[in-house]
Each structure stands twice: as structure tokens, then as C-alpha cells.
């Protein structure tokens, strides 16, 4: 498809290149077409006006029959005009050190540029106008990614506190330690507020401390602690004398060798009414005889005595019922329990205290008839589906949340097992009994689809039957 060109201010157009028509009005009010050989035809020849003309980007036409046309300025995505201006900064583009000028690059791919009065060849331009130096004029410094690092900065810039994104002078930033030589005042303020917290180690060998200064007086033996040797004290032992003579001497001051006399206690020791506490049975001479004498076998109990006079009394058991070891009395494992009771009596007055049987043991879980009754009685609420367990056994489902499906357990293990089951939601959702492996009256399932509906199975160990 050829390109078609369309010059303005009805000029006739020159020839177009190869490819390229030129579509152009004349002063006789038809258009003209000249493709790249030269050769101009008219078309529309016989027409005053034209109905319609139609155009593509970036030709726009102002419709009807006296179109305006023209041509949308250019921009980076769209082709277009150009303005002579702008034709005019393409035209002086230059990769020369022109200033105002568009910069275009070298054979080699750069630039020329004039970075504070030094003309050189760079591949790019700094980020930041001006560069870092001593003296503001020397050693141009490249600043890449808009990021100055400490070794582009002089060492004697110069820079202002306000300038850093920190004050260094604020000592609640600094971290790290501090020497205190460089404290001026260290040792008088250590000196006026530390002293309540010295230890050992802060204070001198040759300090010579006053006993005024210290929290308490060691020289005052009320406040000493602990032992001191006999040999620190020296009228220890006429002092020793002098109290055993006039004082009272404790057990510890006797010596295990003393042979003190019975008469010089205070209590006959010998008198077995004043003994207070246990005696071992190997300190009386006659007591296997006393003992054996005073134990009698019978009542379930069977007296040995060996040689030496020691006896031995064992507990009979029971075959089958009481069994009797060194550990102990205990109830066989084959004991089955009284096979029947002909008399039990009759209870007229007092409270029974037996335990109650659970309902998972196979009791009733009550003490009396009524709170059996009831105990016996199992109510479920199922809002979704689930497996019925030998638990449940009257059950209340709601299917207002949809679909549910109530799976029996296996038959084989469910004999007399008994469930009533009712519908008490008024929806259209269905409530499935599913028999599993079973059947329930020779069907795999049960439907309940009515609000109220009602279904009673039970089991006969092999299948389940729906009354």
C-alpha cells in the first residue's frame, strides 16, 4: 500500500519518492493525484464538492462535504508534524561543545560537555552540578547514582553541622565507649557521687580508714559472727575452772570416759517406768516366746513356728477366690463372682450407699427408677452428617443447611440396637439413612424428605428393619 502525502496551502507538491503518492487540491477545486514517476492525474473530475473524504492518523478531517484536513503535531509514540522550531533544534544538533544546542554523540558513542570551565569527553554527565575539591576549581569529581561517598569529599571541605542528616554534637546519638581521659572532670565528680558504692577493690592497701567511717564497729564483740579459737583467748583455761566449779555443765562438756555415778543423776535411769521412747525387740531376751504366746492362729490364719522360735503366720486363701502371696491378699483373676444370692435380707430403714453403674458399663447411671428412666433416654440434635455410633439413640435432624446423611453402623455389631429418627426442619433438603453393607427392609437407604417425618429401624444383627 502506497503512502500518501498531502501538502498544504493547495502548493503543487514536487515529486514524491518511490512508494509515496501526493494527494492535492488545485485552483480549479479538484484534487490531484502525482505519484513517484511524476505523472499528476485529477480526480473527481466532473464533482464541485466531494460527499466524504476519509483519512488516516496522522491526517484528521473535519468531515462533510468541505473537509478541513490537517496533520496532528508529533510525539513520542505517534507520528506527526513537526514544528519549525523544533526542526530547527534537529537541524543544529551537534555532538560539538555548542551551548543551547541538542548534543548528539561521537562515532565512539560520547559526548563533549563543559563541566566548570574544563571542556572534556565524558561517556555521561555527572549527577550533581559542580564537583567536591579544595579549591572549587580542580579534580572534577564523577558522582554516580546521585550518591556521595566519603572518599569523593576533601579533607578540608568545610562542611556545615546543618548540612549532615545528624547532629554529631548530640551525645544521646553517640554509641560506642569513651575513654575517661577525655572526661575533664571524671575524678571529682567519681569521688562526690560513687562513694556510697565502693568495694574492695576501689580502695587503697595504705587507705588507713578511720573505724568512725565504718557502718559498724568491729571492735564491739556483741557485733562478731562465727567461731574464734581458744588459743586467741588468754585466761581461757582458769576461766574454765571457775565455771565448772560454780556453773552448770552440759552433756557436751562430759567426757565419754567420765564413769559418772548413777546416784549423782537426777533420775534413776535404771527404772523402766521413766524410759520413754521405742526399744529394739533384740535388747529383750524373752520376746519371740512373749509374742509367740500371744499370737493364736484361727479366723483365716495359720501359725508356724520354726527352730530358732521365730513363728511364721500365714493367711489362708480360697482356691479360685482368695489368692495369697508374699506380696500379699488378692482376688484370683478366675474369680467370677457369687453365682447367685438366696438371701439378702430386707433393708427397713438407712440409706443404700452402693456406686451407680454408668450408662458405658451398663447401668443406668441413677439411684432411683425415675432418674433412670430418663438417664436411659438419649436425645441428639444433628444439624449435619454424620455416622451413628451404639450411643445415639432418639435423634432430632435439622436439614436447614442442606443435604445430610445419617450412615448406620455395621450391622454385625449393632443386635437390638434401636433409633428413631424425625425431620424437624420445613425445607426441601433430604435427610438419607444409609445402611451400609446392610439393608434396611431389603433397600440400601432410607429417604426423609417431610418436616415431622418419622423413622424407626431396628437391627437384627445382620440387617436393619424400618417399623
Known amino acids: 500500500m502506497a503512502e500518501i502525502i498531502m501538502p498544504v496551502n493547495s502548493v503543487t507538491p514536487s515529486t514524491p ?6 494527494l492535492y487540491p488545485k485552483a480549479d477545486n479538484k484534487f490531484y493525484i502525482k505519484d513517484s514517476g511524476g505523472v499528476e492525474s485529477k480526480i473527481l473530475t466532473d464533482e464541485l464538492t466531494i460527499s466524504s473524504l476519509g483519512v488516516n492518523l496522522p491526517l484528521t478531517s473535519s468531515g462533510g ?14 507520528a506527526g508534524s ?34 566548570i570551565g574544563n571542556s572534556t569527553s565524558c561517556d555521561f554527565v555527572p549527577a550533581l552540578t ?12 564523577t558522582i554516580t547514582s546521585n550518591t ?3 572518599s569523593m569529599i576533601s579533607n578540608t571541605a568545610d562542611i556545615e553541622l546543618t548540612k549532615l542528616k545528624d547532629n554529631p554534637l548530640d551525645r544521646s546519638l553517640h554509641t560506642g565507649t569513651q575513654l575517661a581521659s577525655t572526661i575533664s572532670d571524671f575524678a571529682s565528680v567519681v569521688l562526690s557521687s560513687s562513694i556510697g558504692n565502693l568495694t574492695d577493690n576501689h580502695i587503697s592497701n595504705t587507705a588507713a580508714i578511720a573505724l568512725s567511717k565504718l557502718a559498724v564497729n568491729p571492735i564491739n564483740r556483741s557485733n562478731h559472727t562465727g567461731t574464734q579459737l581458744a588459743s586467741t583467748i588468754s585466761d581461757f583455761n582458769s576461766a574454765t575452772l571457775t565455771y565448772l566449779n560454780t556453773g552448770v555443765i552440759s552433756n557436751s562438756a562430759i567426757s565419754n570416759t567420765a564413769a559418772i555415778a548413777i546416784n549423782k543423776l537426777a533420775v534413776n535411769v535404771l527404772d523402766r517406768n521413766l524410759h520413754t521412747g521405742v526399744q529394739l525387740s533384740n535388747t529383750i531376751s524373752d520376746f519371740n516366746t512373749a509374742v509367740n504366746n500371744l499370737v493364736l492362729e484361727g479366723n483365716g490364719l495359720e501359725k508356724t513356728i520354726n527352730t530358732n522360735g521365730d513363728f511364721t503366720l500365714d493367711v489362708l486363701g480360697t482356691s479360685n477366690r482368695i489368692v495369697v502371696s508374699s506380696n500379699g491378699v488378692d482376688i484370683s483373676s478366675n474369680y467370677v463372682g457369687q453365682s447367685s444370692i438366696t438371701t439378702v435380707g430386707t433393708i427397713t430403714s438407712g440409706t443404700w450407699n452402693g456406686s451407680t453403674i454408668s450408662l458405658v458399663n451398663g447401668g443406668t447411671g441413677a439411684t432411683t ?4 428412666s430418663i438417664n436411659l433416654t438419649q436425645i441428639d440434635t444433628i444439624t449435619s452428617s454424620i455416622s451413628l455410633t451404639n450411643q445415639h439413640q432418639h435423634l432430632l435432624v435439622s436439614s436447614s443447611s442442606g443435604n445430610i446423611t445419617l450412615t448406620l453402623p455395621a450391622a454385625s455389631t449393632s443386635n437390638k440396637i434401636k433409633y428413631t429418627i424425625i425431620k424437624t ?6 435427610i438419607t439413612i444409609a445402611a451400609g453393607t446392610s439393608f434396611i427392609n431389603g433397600v440400601s437407604n432410607k429417604a426423609i424428605t417431610s418436616q415431622y417425618e418419622v423413622i424407626q429401624i431396628i437391627c437384627d444383627g445382620v440387617n436393619w428393619f424400618q417399623f
Open 17 to 22: 519518492s518511490i512508494g509515496v503518492v501526493s
Open 65 to 78: 462535504n468541505s473537509p478541513t484536513l490537517s496533520i496532528n503535531p508529533a510525539t513520542t509514540t505517534s
Open 82 to 115: 513537526l514544528s519549525a522550531l523544533d526542526k530547527t533544534k534537529l537541524n543544529n544538533a551537534t555532538f560539538n561543545n555548542v551551548p543551547s544546542t541538542i548534543a548528539m554523540r561521537d562515532t565512539e558513542g560520547k559526548i563533549n560537555a563543559t563541566i
Open 130 to 141: 559542580g564537583h567536591i575539591t579544595t579549591n572549587g576549581t580542580n579534580n572534577v569529581t
Open 148 to 150: 556521595i561517598t566519603n
Open 369 to 372: 427408677s425415675a432418674t433412670a
Open 425 to 430: 426442619s420445613n425445607d426441601s433438603n433430604t
